[in-house]
Each structure stands twice: as C-alpha cells, then as structure tokens.
C-alpha cells in the first residue's frame, strides 16, 4: 500500500484521476525536517504518517513533465525539455 498518495496527476493543469493501468510515473519525495519533527510527534500521539509522499504524474504528463523537489519549495513540475535559446540572427543555412 502506498501513504500519502495525491489522488490526482500532479500537473496542477490536468485532472486525470490515479490509477495504476493508465500508466503514468510514480515520485517519492521525503518531506522536509521541519515536517518530519512534526510527523514524529503525531506519530507518538497516535497519528500514523508517514515521512515519504508520493507523487503521480499521467502517462501523458510524464512524457511532457518531470518532478523535482526543492527544500524550503517542496515540489515542483518542470518540463523535460527546457526552451532551446533562440537561434542568433548572424547564422544562415547554405544554399543547395
């Protein structure tokens, strides 16, 4: 059983629902320590968390998207490929 799923493709733009036959890619991410001390003290209190979330992406985001976690920022979705920088105005193609 997977804890702390997100039930939904984590693309903030798409809805598609989680389901293990749509394919798809699957993240873990370990939460950060300031929510790890406090997932530690639920834990004693009887609250049963767990210090590693996971994250969704559908099968048609995750050929466009991947995740990344950065601390103090949490998770975020970038593309796969970044903008190519535009080509400069002094290169030309020869002629055929």
Known sequence: MILNLHPKCAN???AEAFGWVA???LFRFQRESKVL???????MN???SHPIEHFWLCERCSNIYTLRYDPGRGVSIFPLWPKL???KSSMHLPSS
């Open 12 to 14: 903030p733009s798409c």
């Open 37 to 43: 001390n406090r997932t530690i003290s639920s834990e």
């Open 46 to 48: 009887g609250n049963h």
């Open 85 to 87: 920088p535009a080509a």
């Open 23 to 25: 394919g798809g890619k």
